[in-house]
């Protein structure tokens, strides 16, 4: 069974900076694409960004590009989320998942077959 648990969220002020984090546990990390997602309250959950099995390939949403960099270490099954230049709106709830496929790597939402519980990301103006 895998297991998700995401780290780093927090109150911060706009132009600030978070660092997140997703330990995953259950299938051999390496093999699978992680992806990140938001759901601000009201709205969809949406897509972040997304890094391949090796960390050689990564997208982007067109909102977070320039400001947001995915990696992760194979080495401690973790991927991470460095959020600069923080806004008021990526203001939501921030889900790590995996890809349901080995040696895949897309920005679709259900593509995405194992989540975490959330992290709150609050950004203050």
């Known amino acids: 069974q895998v297991q998700l648990v995401e780290s780093g969220g927090g109150l911060v002020q706009a132009g600030g900076s978070l660092r997140l984090s997703c330990a995953a546990s259950?299938?051999?990390?390496?093999?699978?694409?992680m992806g990140w997602f938001r759901q601000a309250p009201g709205k969809e959950r949406e897509f972040v960004a997304s890094?391949?099995?090796?960390?050689?390939?990564?997208f982007y949403a067109d909102s977070v590009k320039g400001r947001f960099t995915i990696s992760r270490d194979n080495t401690k099954n973790t991927v991470y989320l460095q959020m600069n230049s923080l806004k008021p709106e990526d203001t939501a709830v921030y889900y790590c998942?995996?890809?349901?496929?080995?040696?895949?790597?897309?920005?679709?939402?259900?593509?995405?077959?194992?989540w975490g519980q959330g992290t709150q990301v609050t950004v203050s103006s």
């Open positions: 998942a995996q890809h349901r496929r080995p040696l895949r790597v897309t920005i679709e939402l259900p593509d995405y077959d194992y």
């Open positions: 259950g299938r051999t990390f390496s093999n699978y694409a």
């Open positions: 890094i391949s099995w090796t960390g050689y390939t990564t």
